[in-house]
């Protein structure tokens, strides 16, 4: 199957959303969430102050568009894993295979960290956004087994997943400049099945 070019409408419409994003996450990471004003983002991007809510129905939504993308993304690369691959291998290799690369984005992961840590309420939406990506891990789990509705072991399995997913990444902005997400993740799916023997 070809896949459709992009049409410039569809092309610059990108291009105000990933300038809108970059241009909050800058400012809420710089001077707060609290003190910056969503026309401050506008001006900031390039673009009238109206134009911000055309992309982003609150500036809270602005925060996450890309965790979001990051998530879907996931799901469907995990459903394309073999099926000679437990669950738990087959989340272990499509984390690690999603994190190949994201050197090239430390500086906006660092920004988007800094920016939700500013605010109490980024930080509780962020924990929103994380029990909905555990729905998401959990529906794909679900679905990649064959079974119509999720259960307990997958909803567990996903948790587990996404919780060293988070650790490694944290390790991750911590540590050296040079450090590979990917390496980390892979050393967190591998430390777990040691402790529960």
Excluded: C, N
Excluded at 139 to 156: L, M
Excluded at 169 to 185: K, M, S
Aim: net charge neutral; hydrophobic share 45%.
């Amino acid at each position: 199957m070809v896949a459709a070019t992009p049409t410039p409408r569809a092309v610059s419409t990108a291009r105000v959303r990933e300038a809108l994003i970059d241009a909050a996450l800058e400012l809420f990471a710089r001077d707060g969430f609290d003190a910056t004003h969503s026309d401050r983002i506008a001006v900031r991007a390039g673009v009238s102050p109206r134009t911000f809510f055309r992309y982003f129905p609150t500036k809270e939504s602005v925060v996450f568009h890309r965790d979001h993308w990051f998530m879907r993304s996931f799901a469907a690369a995990y459903l394309e894993q073999p099926s000679t691959l437990g669950d738990y291998a087959a989340l272990r290799k499509t984390f690690v295979g999603q994190a190949e690369g994201f050197g090239q984005l430390r500086g906006r992961i660092e920004t988007y960290r800094a920016a939700v840590d500013s605010s109490p309420v980024l930080l509780g939406r962020e924990q929103e956004h994380l029990a909905d990506h555990a729905v998401t891990v959990s529906e794909a789990i679900a679905r990649r087994r064959g079974d119509r509705t999720v259960d307990d072991t997958s909803t567990t399995l996903a948790i587990i997943a996404l919780t060293l997913y988070q650790r490694a990444l944290r390790r991750w902005l911590d540590g050296p400049a040079d450090g590979e997400l990917a390496a980390l993740i892979d050393e967190e799916f591998a430390r777990l099945p040691r402790l529960v023997r």
